[in-house]
């Protein structure tokens, strides 16, 4: 029987991972980040549901989603919203799973626009710069918290 089951929200523009900016963002897909994310979760009995969205609306509405349909919980690259969702952040706040936040480059040595984060007031833990395996940190914190 399966364990649990994480969301993994991706905002905008990350559809388009793999194809523009490598020295930022590395090689890598978005279907290969998801896909080694199932891989990982399944060998743990763990159930995974990915969705990326350029919508705000789209991401709050996966949120309110994950409330009620069992999600232990959520890690989220919200991208560019980070900076600028209050929204989000209210959404987030009304989970009651944990919450990762995962950024794939070191948001703290680029722009200051990129310092400040309104999800990290609710994320349980925030990975920045550690590229696509930050995903891999953040379920492994998911794993390890249900762990008994
Ligand atoms: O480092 C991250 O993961 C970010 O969340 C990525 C966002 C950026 O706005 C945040 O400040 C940090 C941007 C996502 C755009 O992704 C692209 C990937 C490849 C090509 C173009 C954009």
Redesign the pocket.
């Known amino acids: 029987m399966s364990q649990g089951k994480v969301l993994v929200l991706h905002?905008?523009?990350?559809n388009?991972?793999?194809?523009?900016?490598p020295e930022?963002?590395g090689r890598e897909t978005l279907d290969d980040v998801n896909n080694a994310l199932r891989e990982t979760a399944a060998g743990h009995d763990w159930g995974i549901d990915c969705f990326q969205s350029n919508h705000e609306g789209a991401l709050i509405d996966a949120i309110h989603a994950a409330r009620l349909d069992g999600t232990r919980a959520i890690i989220i690259?919200?991208?560019?919203y980070?900076?600028t969702s209050v929204a989000l952040l209210d959404a987030l706040n009304a989970f009651e799973g944990r919450v990762y936040e995962?950024?794939?480059?070191n948001?703290h040595q680029?722009e200051a626009f990129?310092h400040h984060s309104y999800v990290s007031l609710r994320a349980d833990g925030v990975i920045?710069g550690l590229g696509t395996q930050g995903y891999q940190a953040a379920l492994a914190a998911v794993l390890a918290a249900a762990t008994p």
């Open positions: 905002g905008p523009n990350l388009l991972l793999g194809s523009r900016q930022i963002y690259n919200p991208a560019a980070t900076h995962v950024h794939i480059s948001v680029r990129r920045a």
